[in-house]
């Protein structure tokens, strides 16, 4: 069976990962099983990357860090109005499905390189697997709810990340064969990484991905003084009070939602500033799209000048994954961070107004809660939410074994 994987956006890497280690788990238990078999069934896979996250920090490290192995092809589509990412996605795939002729196009998330791929392979006449199926925000103004829609709406197998999400799927009519409840590929991902992250030092990796030198001393991270901590530290330094425990926020923010305006961008930085940042630092790893709209709405200046304010460029995720088990608390409008903050139990702020992963929230036992961007809810929020204890969660299935689950159900006869 041939199958051609998509990756296009930072979200998608670790969603990839698992699901090609299992594919070579596969084939590699079938020939030592059973040769004759093993050749019958192997599965041939080909990666293609469509560009859409181009940057190194966004893109390439994560296929170093999780040992995706190297894109066999790379359509380098890079940035672009949505129109022009999902055109030019197009236009680029429907000539590698013409030559390689795959049995199946497995797409992750809800990306535009996902639902730009959904639509070419369908036209081609090939079957499409969605990974991360069934998630609704209802919320028909994100660009990531037309994306699921519309590849869900293609796809001739869904697998779901819990009952919610498959639940959404029978109600919107799809028939029962093609769901199916395989668990979240993210968390194999978490568990397959979490080790070798917790190894990582925590002031290492802020000296290592300040964004610009400011004012703030590293020694805030401590509750104990440390003496003359200025960045950049020695490292002796760092070894000096890496033993130490630190207490810090930690953020990423990046949707259009609450970036691209102003009037919504500018009460929830004087938030972070005159509140949370008065509390204890704010580790703030910051996106292109945030960085952008903060430098042409005039709020760049103050952020950098704020002292307990850390920017950090785009992180890798050993080094995201270990900031998020020392938080105190984390705020976010990803969707990928909400799931780890509820396995590693970080309580969390999410700035949404709703989430297509209910799961992770704390009235389905999660450990995130929804605050949008008014600032009164917010603050609200924050008064309390510091106050909780972490409180780790495992929704059914989310054990680290999803994408063998996957390939299994793919190789089966009735799917090949
Ligand atoms: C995309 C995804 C979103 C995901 C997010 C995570 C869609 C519709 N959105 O949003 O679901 O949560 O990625 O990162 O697919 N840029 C760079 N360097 C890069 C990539 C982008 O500078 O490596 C810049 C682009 O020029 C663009 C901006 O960042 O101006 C936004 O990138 P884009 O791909 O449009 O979408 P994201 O906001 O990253």
Redesign the pocket.
């Known amino acids: 069976m041939k199958i051609i994987s998509i990756v ?4 998608n890497f670790m969603k990839i990962a698992p699901f090609a280690h299992a594919i070579e788990r596969h084939n590699t238990d079938l020939l030592t099983k059973n040769k004759e078999r093993g050749t019958k069934n192997s599965i041939e896979h080909i990666l293609v990357h469509t560009g ?4 190194a ?3 390439k490290t994560f296929f170093d860090t999780l040992k995706i192995p190297h894109p066999d092809i790379d359509l380098g589509i ?3 109005t ?1 129109a022009e ?1 999902v055109g030019n996605t197009m236009i680029a795939f429907e000539k590698v499905l013409q030559e390689h002729q795959p049995d199946w196009v497995v797409v992750v ?6 639902c730009a791929c959904s639509i070419t392979a369908k036209k081609e006449h090939i079957k499409v697997a969605h990974i991360e199926a069934g998630l609704r925000s209802f919320d028909m103004e994100m ?2 709810e037309i ?1 699921r829609l519309v590849t869900d709406r293609l796809s001739d197998l869904l697998f779901t990340p819990d009952e919610l999400s498959s639940e959404n799927l029978r109600k919107e009519g799809v028939p029962e064969e093609k769901i199916k409840f395989v668990g979240n590929i993210m968390i194999d991902t978490l568990e397959a990484h979490r080790e070798e992250a917790a190894k990582l030092d925590i002031t290492e990796i802020i000296a290592k991905n300040r964004l610009v030198p400011s004012s703030f001393q590293l020694s805030a991270l401590s509750p104990q003084p440390f003496p003359g901590a200025l960045v950049p530290l020695s490292k002796s330094q760092i070894s000096a009070f890496s033993f130490l425990n630190f207490s810090f926020s930690l953020m990423t923010m ?3 939602s609450n970036v691209d305006s102003k009037e919504i961008l500018e009460p929830i930085i004087d938030f972070l500033i005159e509140e949370v940042c008065k509390n204890n630092p704010l580790l703030w790893a910051i ?3 945030a960085k ?1 709209q903060l430098k042409a709405f005039g709020l760049w200046e103050r952020i950098v000048a704020t002292e307990n304010l850390i920017l950090l460029h ?1 992180l890798s995720y050993h080094e995201m994954l270990r900031l998020n088990m020392g938080a105190d608390l984390m705020l976010t409008d ?3 961070l909400q799931e780890e903050c509820c396995v590693l139990g970080t309580p969390c702020m999410t700035l949404r107004w709703n989430t297509e992963r209910p799961i992770t929230l704390r009235e389905h036992g999660g450990a995130s809660v929804l605050v949008g961007n008014a600032i009164e809810n917010l603050q609200r929020e924050y008064a309390t939410i510091r106050t909780l204890n972490r409180t780790p969660q495992r929704p059914p299935l989310w054990d680290g074994h999803t994408a063998d689950r996957i390939v299994e159900i793919m190789a089966s006869p009735i799917s090949a």
């Open positions: 296009g956006a930072r979200p859409q996250h181009y940057d920090r966004m893109s890079g940035s672009g949505h990412q998330g809800d990306v535009n390189a996902t660009p990531e994306n990046h949707r259009p996106h292109p799209r952008k785009p990803s969707g990928g």
